[in-house]
Nanobody, 122 residues
Framework: QLQLVESGGDLVQPGGSLRLSCAAS????????IGWFRQAPGKEREGVSC????????NYLDSVKGRFTISRDNAKNTVYLQMNSLKPEDTAVYYC???????????????WGQGTQVTVSS
């Protein structure tokens, strides 16, 4: 199985910022596109952002566009999600996932991890 470890979630006030990290365990990340997903309480999981294997192409959920930035450092085997101007509706557990390419399905050997909790509240 392909395993990823998410970190960086925290409790922040509206308007605050966080940087989430997604690190590969047991494989080299640079061959794959990596997506960030989130699941709020009582809601379905939704895609937030994705970055291509070499970092040249990115996409974002409309509601986070202009506030979130996805990036990767393949030398560190890590993908990041910089989240600025956070809103209460961003509250969710955030997960990262492995694709061959952002427009395609998740890699068949990928399994969801535990995610990292982001809570935006005053």
């Amino acid at each position: 199985q392909l395993q990823l470890v998410e970190s960086g979630g925290d409790l922040v006030q509206p308007g605050g910022s966080l940087r989430l990290s997604c690190a590969a365990s047991g494989f080299t990340l640079d061959y794959y596109a990596i997506g960030w997903f989130r699941q709020a309480p009582g809601k379905e999981r939704e895609g937030v952002s994705c970055i291509s294997g070499r970092g040249g192409n990115t996409n974002y959920l409309d509601s986070v566009k202009g506030r979130f930035t996805i990036s990767r450092d393949n030398a560190k085997n890590t993908v990041y999600l910089q989240m600025n101007s956070l809103k209460p509706e961003d509250t969710a557990v955030y997960y990262c996932a492995v694709h061959f390419y952002c427009s395609g399905p998740l890699y068949s050997r990928f399994r969801w991890g535990q995610g990292t909790q982001v809570t935006v509240s005053s």
